[in-house]
């Protein structure tokens, strides 16, 4: 009986502390996390990386989920410099899935793919696009494994009862349970 008390009380307490409750049953209690969760301000931007031929400052990321897509994605302004080109202003666009690192009490993509790289004002050799996004890979990479996208307190118990998350009809949920 106190078991069934204090999972109820948990439940309780994780719906007036949280987000929208998407569903409660056998599972847990499932919360949907929306995009103006997904995109608080970070201290960690911008990121400048100087590479041999090129330097890029990365903005702050926007994340959303694409309709139809079982992962998340994150549109970011860059500024670059390289070896005989202009400063340019463009976006790129990686993808990524989703995963709760308990340790961490926080929410990374893992599987990350650059989807897109545009300039406002360059028209870029296709071959110095690709050594470009090649160099690029193990920067976004790092940062993402490194930076969550969504950290639960850690001073907070509900990271603790994290049981699942996932993406389900563009929407980014995460299940609580014991």
């Given at each position: 009986m106190s078991k069934i008390i204090s999972t109820l009380v948990l439940f309780l307490l994780l719906l007036l502390s949280s987000g929208c409750v998407r569903n409660i049953d056998s599972n847990g209690l499932t919360l949907k996390l929306n995009e103006s969760q997904l995109n608080k301000k970070s201290d960690k931007f911008p990121?400048?990386?100087n590479f041999v031929f090129a330097n890029i400052d990365i903005k702050q990321p926007k994340i959303y989920i694409k309709n139809g897509s079982n992962k998340l994605n994150a549109k970011m302004d860059l500024n670059l410099s390289a070896i005989f080109i202009p400063t340019?202003?463009?976006t790129f666009e990686i993808s990524g899935e989703p995963y709760f690192n308990k340790e961490k009490s926080a929410i990374f993509l893992r599987d990350i793919n650059?989807?897109?790289?545009?300039f406002t004002d360059l028209n870029l050799n296709k071959r110095f696009a690709n050594t470009l996004l090649s160099n690029m890979k193990p920067v976004v990479d790092t940062i993402f494994e490194q930076m969550p996208i969504y950290e639960i307190d850690k001073n907070s118990f509900k990271g603790s009862f994290v049981k699942d998350i996932k993406i389900e009809n563009s929407e980014l949920l995460v299940t609580f349970g014991l």
């Open positions: 990121i400048k990386e340019s202003k463009g650059i989807e897109d790289l545009e």
